[in-house]
């Protein structure tokens, strides 16, 4: 059972754009959401994070904004460069009550076009 | 310095050989974890130890056995391989105090 569903799978976006990553999830017992950025050949690195007693967290030209009643978060890629270029993973973590699992979404490809 | 370093990078055996993969972390973290990221990209969590301590062991055949000597390592040991097991296997570390995961740079495994 996927716990949390990543969309879109690929996008392409003009240099100096805005990419949008949406997740959604399921278990309430998910306490911290992470996004992670992974780039051909190498692990997955942490970008940023969110913890849900909070609705938006800005680092640099990355934002994620969170809505806990829906259940949703996405990633804001401002003015967006082809160095972004790679393969974004959102995650969330399951408390206490969940064994403590990182679970993460299917993961969306991003190409900005120069 | 890698912070969290896996060897081998690159694996190619035949069906049916056992191997290991070895993995070693110098931030001081006290969970490690094993991920398999199959032909889609996909990451799904295998194997988690806490202070050398199995907290995590999802639906894995058993011939993928965890070993954890001390919190700084964590190995893989995988008998019989199968075609299937074809994957990235990627080692990652955590602190209790900080969520956040530091991946190593993962371990191609090719099955042929």
């Known amino acids: 059972q996927q716990q949390v569903k990543q969309s879109p799978q690929s996008l392409i976006v003009q240099k100096g754009g805005i990419s949008i990553i949406n997740c959604a999830y399921e278990?309430?017992?998910?306490?911290?959401f992470p996004w992670y950025q992974q780039f051909p050949g190498k692990g997955p690195a942490l970008l940023i994070a969110?913890?849900?007693?909070?609705s938006e967290k800005k680092e640099g030209r990355f934002t994620i904004s969170f809505n806990k009643s829906a259940k949703q978060f996405s990633l804001h890629i401002m003015d967006s460069q082809p160095g972004d270029s790679a393969t974004y993973f959102c995650?969330?973590?399951?408390?206490?009550?969940?064994?403590?699992?990182?679970?993460f979404g299917a993961g969306t490809r991003l190409f900005v076009k120069a | 310095d890698t912070a969290v370093s896996q060897t081998p990078k690159y694996l190619v055996t035949q069906m049916g050989n056992d191997k290991s993969i070895k993995c070693e972390q110098n931030?001081?973290?006290?969970?490690m974890y094993w991920y398999k990221q199959d032909s889609k990209k996909f990451l799904k969590i295998m194997f988690s130890?806490?202070?050398?301590?199995?907290?995590i062991n999802e639906t894995v055949p058993n011939r993928f056995s965890p070993k954890s000597p001390d919190k700084a390592h964590l190995n893989l040991h995988i008998n019989s391989l199968e075609l299937g097991d074809s994957a990235v296997y990627f080692c990652?570390?955590?602190?209790?105090?900080?969520?956040?995961?530091?991946f190593g740079s993962g371990t191609r495994l090719t099955v042929v």
């Open positions: 969110i913890r849900p007693d909070v």
């Open positions: 990652a570390s955590s602190s209790t105090a900080n969520y956040g995961y530091t």
């Open positions: 278990n309430t017992a998910f306490d911290y």
């Open positions: 995650a969330a973590r399951a408390g206490n009550t969940g064994g403590f699992k990182t679970i």
């Open positions: 931030l001081g973290h006290d969970t």
């Open positions: 130890y806490n202070n050398k301590e199995l907290i």
